[in-house]
């Protein structure tokens, strides 16, 4: 016996062509089959003696039956050996990395001979035109018609050897839950019947064309999927270099020959999704495969779609699993907020994942329930799955000024040192934010090509950035102040000021200086104005929040306190949540109704009252951002709560001094004064803070205004009246007059 090929395959059309000798030897021994059966028999009625009728029979086709007999024999060993020759080639083919279709196929879904007999069956008419009309011939009257694509199961089995043992065999291999059908590798034609061998079946148009390397299945749902792309190794990335190194240990570990039998359920989690699509990228094609993403959103579009019916979303599922094996795609999870429900009946995310790692090695979830994920990896059964957690989280100082400047020369700015470190300070952005607001400075230039300060254009762009949101239960506060605009006393002034400092040069003392290490929640600035009211603490958070060129949002208490047990924290943690992710300064006025003194826990209000109270500080000194509280009312706020704060500044009542200072800025440059207005008299006489002091102002002007008059002391009195009244102090005109002891 000679020797068989062990020799790799050039090619697919070298696989192909071997492919079409068997099926020719397949076809011969058909055709031998039929011809023995089609003999004549001896009539059993001719003789009364039936052992003689028996060998009359037999005499009578001796030689045609021991002719096609020996045929048969010699055609079988001859088909033995070229499926042998056949798995040799393609393992030396796999070895030496030529890729071949079928050879892919069945190394995928595990296909025996007797699978792949049948699936060359309903191939070869694909192959060559010619063939058709011999398996046509095979079929019974009633076959389904070759035309149709389809190949009769009769036709098949006397292929196959045509033996009670090869008919049971086939219809093995073509029960639903069989690997040929359970993948959709072949479709029985309606009505078929395995058992009576009537009917017949095909191969799915798809794996036609990807057999004959014409095409690739394509992945989708509802749509096509995305596939992720991305520019950069995973070295090169600007993440913590701990979150490269696990991904480096993850690909180590995928990569031994000795965990092939295990899946790995890769969770990725952090801020910046691009950031975590584009290192899911890096790291599969280290590996050597693509990622395409499998929207959870466009899973419950399709769950929608098919009626809530979940066997049939499972079973796309498993056709879309299908395609990825043949692509060699790895589908990466996202949005699994759309298929994690409360409601059990509509909860996909288990019986998703199952299907997923039924047969994918690797499976990927971008932010996902970690604890979930988790548990169901660990409870899958089929076969072992492991859970890989890598979290990253938002760049730091050192790495934030790498992201600048890798993506600023692209965009023609070039900001100085001082100008950089401002925008790395006071901006808290993932690379996606960064990449997104010098993107939109450089279209604002576009409209503004003589602008003084290209820094300008980014800084504005960053606030816009940090105000892309809308949060439900706060309002944006606006306004033009800055640090020059407000009048407060010496010590309220230099305290303010170091607040700036403290929020302009926390980086580098937290994160360079290394405090971080020695102080928890050290990146957290949490300050509290306490004084009367109208003296200037709303103003001052508004000019902490424009000096650092961030957005102000005021909280609303009413839409976050709730009677219902749970729901506050709920509210709050939304808050917070977007919060951080928008990079904003967050402003709770009336601070003593969340930090009033706690009284005695009498009965569950009570409990709950100070659970709330408990949750709301741990969000606020866990907060990477600024918070400032304000109060009226100190004496009946909780002090092991105050103790809590960077910084507590006064906002006493304002002196004569400062009333006269406020009153000078209380009108705008434009504005005309008459001649008789005594400003330092009002500073003298009415005591009144900086908030009613605007309102005066404000409320003079509109009386001049209608006069056609410049804003006279008659003006500034009868206005004043109005404020005293909205005061409950008494007002006489009397009192605003010099006297000889003033």
């Not at 060998?55 to 086709?61: L, T």
């Not at 190794?233 to 190194?245: G, R, T, Y």
């Not at 580098?508 to 306490?530: A, T």
């Not at 603490?537 to 219902?564: F, P, Q």
Request: glycine letters at 4%; hydrophobic letters at 40%.
């Amino acid at each position: 016996m000679s020797s068989i090929d062990s020799s790799a395959y050039g090619d697919n059309q070298d696989l192909l062509q071997a492919l079409k000798q068997l099926g020719d030897g397949m076809i011969e021994r058909g055709l031998l089959l039929r011809q023995l059966a089609e003999i004549p028999a001896a009539n059993p009625a001719e003789t009364d003696d039936r052992i003689a009728a028996l060998y009359r029979q037999a005499s009578r086709r001796q030689l045609p039956s021991l002719q096609l007999q020996q045929q048969l024999v010699q055609l079988g060993a001859s088909l033995q050996r070229q499926w042998e020759r056949l798995a040799q080639r393609s393992a030396a083919s796999v070895q030496a990395q030529v890729f071949l279709p079928w050879v892919h196929l069945a190394l995928l879904f595990q296909l025996g001979r007797r699978d792949q007999e049948l699936l060359l069956c309903a191939f070869l008419g694909e192959l060559d035109q010619r063939y058709c009309t011999i398996l046509q011939a095979f079929g019974d009257a009633d076959a389904t018609s070759a035309d149709d694509g389809f190949t009769s199961l009769a036709s098949a089995a006397t292929m196959l050897g045509g033996s009670l043992a090869d008919r049971i065999d086939m219809q093995k291999c073509l029960m639903s839950d069989a690997a040929l059908r359970h993948w959709d590798l072949v479709e029985l034609a309606a009505g078929s019947r395995l058992g009576a061998m009537s009917g017949g079946y095909r191969l799915n148009p798809a794996i036609v064309s990807y057999l004959l390397a014409r095409a690739a299945p394509q992945l989708r749902l509802e749509q096509p999927l995305v596939e992720i792309g991305s520019r950069l190794e995973l070295d090169d990335h600007l993440v913590d270099e701990k979150v490269k190194q696990q991904l480096s240990h993850f690909i180590d570990h995928a990569s031994r020959e000795d965990t092939h039998l295990s899946s790995y359920l890769l969770h990725l989690q952090g801020p910046d999704l691009p950031l975590q699509q584009s290192l899911c990228a890096a790291t599969f094609r280290k590996i050597g495969m693509h990622c395409v993403l499998l929207d959870g959103k466009a899973v419950w579009q399709t769950y929608l779609s098919e009626r809530k019916n979940r066997a049939a979303v499972l079973a796309r599922l498993r056709l879309l699993c299908r395609d990825a094996l043949l692509c060699n795609r790895v589908l990466v999870l996202l949005h699994c907020q759309w298929i994690c429900s409360q409601d059990s009946a509509d909860d996909l995310l288990e019986d998703i994942c199952g299907t997923l790692l039924d047969s994918q090695r690797y499976l990927a979830v971008l932010n996902g329930p970690a604890r979930r994920l988790s548990d169901i990896a660990h409870q899958y059964s089929a076969h072992q799955a492991l859970p890989i957690l890598i979290k990253s989280t938002a760049p730091d100082t050192q790495l934030r000024r790498q992201v600048w400047l890798r993506h600023l020369p692209a965009s023609g700015f070039a900001p100085d040192q001082a100008a950089l470190t401002q925008l790395v300070n006071n901006y808290l952005f993932t690379e996606q934010q960064i990449l997104l607001a010098i993107k939109d400075a450089a279209s604002r230039s576009v409209l503004n090509p003589d602008a003084e300060s290209m820094t300008e254009l980014l800084l504005d762009a960053c606030r816009e950035q940090s105000n892309r949101e809308q949060l439900s239960v706060a309002q944006e506060v606006k306004t033009a102040y800055r640090f020059s605009d407000i009048v407060l006393p010496a010590d309220t002034r230099r305290w303010l000021q170091e607040v700036l400092q403290y929020a302009q040069n926390r980086h580098q003392v937290i994160e360079s200086w290394g405090f971080d290490s020695k102080n928890q929640n050290s990146r957290n600035l949490c300050v509290l104005f306490y004084g009367p009211s109208g003296t200037g603490k709303t103003m001052a958070a508004s000019i902490i929040a424009n000096e650092l060129n961030l957005g102000l949002y005021k909280i609303d208490l009413a839409s976050i306190v709730s009677k219902y047990i749970g729901e506050t924290e709920k509210h709050l943690a939304q808050l917070f949540d977007q919060a951080e992710a928008m990079n904003i300064v967050l402003f709770f006025d009336e601070a003593e109704s969340l930090f009033s003194k706690r009284t005695e826990t009498k009965d569950a209000h009570d409990r709950y009252a100070n659970l709330q109270t408990g949750y709301l500080l741990q969000r606020i000194e866990s907060y990477p951002g600024i918070v400032i509280l304000s109060t009226n009312l100190l004496k009946n706020m909780d002090k092991a709560f105050t103790r809590r704060f960077k910084f507590m500044i006064e906002y006493p009542f304002p002196g004569r001094e400062q009333r006269l200072q406020l009153w000078r800025n209380a009108f705008p440059a434009a504005t005309p004064l008459a001649a008789d207005l005594d400003l330092p008299l009002l500073a003298e006489k009415a005591p009144l803070s900086g908030g009613n002091i605007n309102n005066i102002a404000l409320s003079a002007a509109f009386l001049a205004a209608a006069q056609q008059q410049a804003v006279t002391q008659q003006h500034i009195l009868q206005a004043t009246e109005r404020e005293y009244h909205k005061l409950g102090k008494v007002f006489s005109a009397a009192d605003f007059s010099w006297n000889d002891d003033d």
